[in-house]
């Protein structure tokens, strides 16, 4: 379970991008946030995922208090967590097979397992095949697939996904969309961003609204 | 299980960053190795030294010469004087003969001593002493040497000591080398450890996101900066080997008849293995600093 409490966060700056926002999101749920450009949304995933801390009000996890938690215990959260970055960071000087087996690497899997999990991998999101493909030579949808297939890859209990149909025309937002489903219909918590329509209309889960930070809307679909 | 393959994860990571700039990473153990063998030299150079002065004597001791034409008379005389000295222990006399013969036996001027038709040596005492106080030995000597028929009174442990003391001093220069020259190494492969982790950043910054701790960040690097200090010292020993293989061929070469009493003196295994142990853990030292330095940047700079 994810509960924010009166969470904020005001980055370094002055910035208040999040502002009191309380939400409780059990396990196995999925939820949409939307919200216009800047409303917070990123913050709020960085939130959940331990990546950025709460200024003020809390933010729990597994009932795990993350403004308490220590750099490591934050970084072996993490592990559970699939993350898609909005802005992807992949590694560039990596080829796809080796972006995705990155996770694997920390969590110390066996080369031969790691392997097996990374095709699996990249079979979901339909790159099979372009193991060998530097992330240059990739569009950007594909990038974007790349990314979704480094946060599946070890199994999380989590996944947190940050526009993650952003760059995708509409048959691969289509299928994306259907792939974070069978991930919330296998039991995996579900929390992604999205501003796309279409998406939205797809998704058949609970949405939450933001604007400038703020919590603004609440319903079900 | 984990633990073991995320150490051969980083032992593995940290063979390719070597084999993947093979000039660079040559010439940087190179330069290290070179700079640990010059206090390793200069340590052999000490040892031997060392060594080659412990083949003489170093009893505390004053040799009494009397001259040549001295009676047993005068001998007797003067070995009363000396055993009324307080400060001494016993008295030894050497009568020429034996001194000539000890010689013969001690060194290699045989076929010289030989072809001399007279001894050319003096009757002489041994006198073991109590103290090696300078001052009371002085005194000791001047009374001495103003005694009838001796010829001179030589102090031997003086020169021994005098040995000694620059072996000290020869000591404390190798010792401060060896310093100086080990923070040469922290200070080198700090450097590199360094650039390493700047044109690492995304990967550093990637990985910690999704959930490396700073110690997984760390692993490789300070395999990295171990294996570099480790092939370093390795060298260092190499070359050091060399050189005095090839002192002792010299030494050999220009010397034959003394190759008994010059000598070279290598660093025993423990202490080669010792060395090259310590260099890898000055790596180590140096690459955990800078990669914890340099997360700290990171971290303050997001
Ligand atoms: N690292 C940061 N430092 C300073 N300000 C930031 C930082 N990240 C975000 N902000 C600010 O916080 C506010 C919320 O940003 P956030 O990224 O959460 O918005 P968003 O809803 O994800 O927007 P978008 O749809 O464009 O991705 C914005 O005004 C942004 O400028
Ligand atoms: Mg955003």
């Known amino acids: 379970m994810i509960r924010f409490s009166a969470a904020a966060k005001r980055y370094p700056g002055g910035l208040e991008a999040l502002r009191g926002v309380t939400l409780e999101i059990a396990d196995g749920e999925m939820v949409a946030i939307t919200g216009h450009s800047g409303a917070g949304k990123s913050t709020l995933l960085k939130l959940a995922a331990g990546i950025e801390s709460a200024t003020s009000g809390t933010v729990l996890v597994q009932g795990q208090n993350l403004g308490a938690l220590g750099e490591s215990a934050l970084a072996i959260l993490r592990r559970r967590v699939g993350f898609v970055f909005q802005e992807h960071r992949l590694l560039f000087d990596r080829n796809a097979f080796e972006n995705v087996a990155l996770p694997l690497h920390i969590s110390g899997f066996s080369r031969h397992e790691a392997a097996r999990r990374v095709r699996a991998a990249l079979d979901k999101v339909g790159l099979l095949g372009r193991e060998k493909a530097m992330p240059v030579a990739l569009s950007g949808g594909e990038q974007q697939r790349l990314c979704i297939a480094r946060a599946i890859v070890n199994r999380p209990m989590m996944l947190i996904a940050d526009e993650p149909t952003g760059n995708l025309d509409a048959d691969y937002a289509g299928a994306i969309v259907d792939l974070f489903m069978s991930f919330h219909q296998v039991g995996v918590t579900v929390l992604l961003s999205t501003h796309d329509e279409a998406s939205l209309g797809r998704l058949r889960c609970r949405r939450v609204t933001l604007a400038g930070g703020t919590m603004v809307e609440e319903g079900g679909a | ?302």
């Open chain 2, 1 to 302: 299980m984990r633990l073991l393959r995320l150490h051969l994860h980083a032992l593995g990571a940290a063979l390719e960053r070597i084999a993947a700039q093979p000039v660079a990473s040559l010439f940087s153990i190179l330069v290290l190795g070179a700079a640990i063998a010059l206090p390793v030299v200069a340590a052999v150079v000490l040892q031997s030294a060392m060594a080659t002065g412990a083949g003489f004597d170093t009893e505390p001791h004053v040799s009494v010469y009397l001259s040549l034409d001295a009676s047993a008379e005068d001998a007797k005389r003067v070995e009363q004087a000396i055993r009324g000295e307080p400060d001494v222990m016993a008295v030894t006399y050497v009568p020429r003969a034996q001194a000539l013969a000890e010689l013969q036996a001690s060194t290699h001027l045989a076929e010289v001593l030989a072809a001399l038709d007279t001894n050319p040596l003096p009757d002489a005492f041994t006198v073991r002493m109590r103290s090696t106080d300078p001052a009371s030995l002085a005194k000791v000597r001047t009374a001495w040497a103003a005694l009838p028929k001796v010829d001179q009174v030589a102090a031997d442990f003086e020169w021994s000591e005098r040995l000694a003391r620059w072996a000290r001093l020869g000591e404390h220069l190798v010792g401060g080398a060896g310093l100086l020259l080990a923070a040469a190494v922290v200070f080198i492969v700090a450097h590199l450890v360094r650039l390493q982790v700047l044109t690492r950043r995304e990967e550093i910054e990637v990985s910690q996101l999704i959930g490396a701790t700073s110690a997984d960040v760390r692993r490789p690097f300070l395999y990295h900066g171990a294996l570099q200090g480790l092939l370093a010292g390795a060298l260092a020993v190499a070359l050091a080997a060399a050189f005095a293989a090839w002192a002792r061929h010299e030494l050999l070469a220009l010397t034959p008849n003394y190759a008994a009493e010059l000598k070279v003196v290598f660093l025993r295994p423990a202490e080669s293995a010792l060395l090259v142990a310590a260099t890898g853990l000055l790596g180590l030292l140096a690459a955990w600093g800078a990669v914890s330095h340099q997360l700290r940047r990171f971290a303050r700079d997001r």
